[in-house]
Structure formats: C-alpha cells, structure tokens
C-alpha cells in the first residue's frame, strides 16, 4: 500500500494567474474568422475527396479504402459543420424571441 500523506513537494497553486482578458489579446480570434476558417477547411476536404475520386475513375489510385476515407472525412466534416450552423441559428432565434 502507498503511504500518501508525504504531501511535502505540492503547492497550493501557481503564484499567479493571468487575468482572462490578458489571454484573450494574445490569441484573440474573431468567431467569424474562426467559422470562415472552419469553412475552408470542410472545403478543401470536399475538394480532396472530389479529387481522390477523380483520380480513382482514372486509374491514379488503386486503392479504393484512400477514397473512401477522404470521401467518409469531408462527409462528416460538412455534416458537422451543418450541425454547428444549425445550433448558431437556433440559438439566434432564441434570442429574438426573448422580450426585453
């Protein structure tokens, strides 16, 4: 059995903690370019699908299973971020309906 009450090396915590805004200037991102960028990303996976299959059709890839994982990914990938506009919109429309 472990003896666990030899505590001696653990502090309470950290001297100090930056304050929420200080860490959010250094990263700060704007929500529409992280959604813009979360576009470019669901399309590049569409258009490397697109071209797995055109590939495919040509006789470039032989293997059927590279396909159909870069088909399954932007498949998925665009099904989420249809999920994540839906639940933004859901959201949007709540706020309007609630009275000021």
Request: charged share 20%.
């Amino acid at each position: 059995m472990v003896d666990l009450s030899a505590t001696g090396g653990i502090t309470s915590g950290p001297e100090s903690i930056p304050s929420v805004s200080s860490q959010a200037r250094k990263g700060r991102t704007n929500f529409a370019d992280l959604f813009k960028g979360f576009i470019k990303d669901v399309n590049r996976l569409q258009l490397e699908a697109d071209n797995a299959i055109e590939l495919l059709a040509t006789g470039g890839i032989t293997e059927i299973h590279q396909v159909m994982v870069a088909v399954e990914e932007a498949n998925i990938a665009l099904q989420l971020m249809l999920e994540v506009r839906n639940r933004l919109l859901e959201g949007y429309q709540e706020l309007m309906r609630m009275p000021i």
